[in-house]
């Protein structure tokens, strides 16, 4: 068992210490193609997890392209290595590809599942580091600052993570270096697998201009002027480039020089703590799986302890031999340490899971990390009894949260504001039992309403979730109203109460929002409605607005 470690902040300023790994796949589309067809192996049809590849039964496979439109015009957009051997481009012509190889197979392009499949990747990523971001629509930048040691060094990182992808059906480029600039370039445009800050120039000087990711018309200017490596953009004066191109091209050499900082945002707040085990032969039984996650529960505790801290937030990682990750999430009422009731936790949400937790072949790594974390204090348990009652109302209120999600029970809170609209929310109950033990009045005055006795024919008993407008006749312009259509019905009134003024919060909605005048009224039905007037009629410039809000007993 790995021990537990807490990720190190993204740095925003050059430094020669970080190390970028940056990954392309140059066929995304057309691999994500074939895994659907063939299977997790199909690169290598001997492989477990192939299912059927022609080429192993002696078929040939015609050229497989990926089209879309483009300007009005249907171009390539990706390609396999078949349709690449005769010739074909990207951004080519459906039609001129077709005249060249008539034997094409055509297939619509689909941004939107490629992008599922990157994001994909990227959770799959997260087994060599917490700070994985998405780069474009075909690569990714992870972060291994301080990571590398786990996995034998950068090398050996680099060949397991090429080799398993490789695995999964996926052709990619990787390459690290001390900037995401320098990465990227090399990945892309077929530099060093692994470089340092000192070779950054000599790397950087024979590859194109455009791998310093700049817009396509600024490297087509840049060609017309002789500047078509980067070689060639280091040894010009900067003046006369930054006059004539603008900054981007100095701003990023720069970058990928790491003279200037470019930060990289994770798709995922790093955990603040995590502990993870990596498994000789995979998993998938159940029982297993939470007997490891009580393991990892255990390895968390002396960290916890060391902080003066217990979880809110906690986060099961199952890592699938054929990719996929899932992301099994509970939470506790108040900061907890105790091994036994987290794996509780996680088995009652197993047990709502257990039909969506496809386990496949098995689960190779697993994960537990902590999202979020809160001081914890040490009481000591009535002599009488083993947990006292404020211990096993949030026992229960947690086992309930796992099992039906943590909406399923809540409590009105009042807030802080006079406008209805925002003067109660409904709270989790597991978050207002946390605001009560840290003392908020705002949790204590909703569990002591009890004790107080009850406003009535203030406010109404129900609430609209949104103010709907009604049209509404008055005897008056600004008095109260003598009849209005609500859902297509007219009511006729036959009381009226008000009209109660509520001034608006001009710290939040501004100084020309609106005042309220609330009345509370009665039809010839007997039903009693809360409505009101939005606006003033000696206003100039907006006609006043009516709307119903909510309805009295």
Known sequence: MNAAFTPSLLQTAPDCDRRILSLYFPRLSTDRIARRRWGLSWRSPGQAGSTGHPEAAGQTLPPLVCAGRVANNLRLTALDERAESFGLRIGQGLAEARAICPAIEVIEADPDADRSFLEAIADWCDRYTPLVAIDGSDGLMLDITGCAHLFGGEANLLADLTARLCGLGLEVEAAIGPTPGLAQACSRHQGPAIVAIAEAPDVLSPLPVKALRLAAEIVVDMARVGLKTIGDLLSAPRAPIMRRFGPSPILRLDQALGLEGEPISPRRVPA??????????PISEEEHILDLAGRLAAGLRATLEARAEGGRLFELMLFRLDGRVFRIEVGASAPLRDPQRIRALFEERLSVLRDGLDAGFGFELLRLNVLRSEAFENRQAKLDDEDGEGEQLTRFVDQVAARLGTRALSLPLSLSSHWPDRASAHQPLSDALALLSAGSPSAASVLDAGSRPPVRGLRPLRFLARAEEVEVMSSVPDGPPASF???????????????????????????EAPPRDYFRVEDTAGQRFWLYREGLYERPGRKPSWFLQGFFA
């Open 485 to 511: 259509r609500w859902r297509r019905l007219q009511r006729r009134i036959l009381k009226a109460e008000g009209p109660e003024r509520i001034a608006p919060e001009w710290w939040i909605d501004g100084e």
């Open 272 to 281: 603040m703590i995590s502990v993870e085990r990596r498994l000789a032969e």
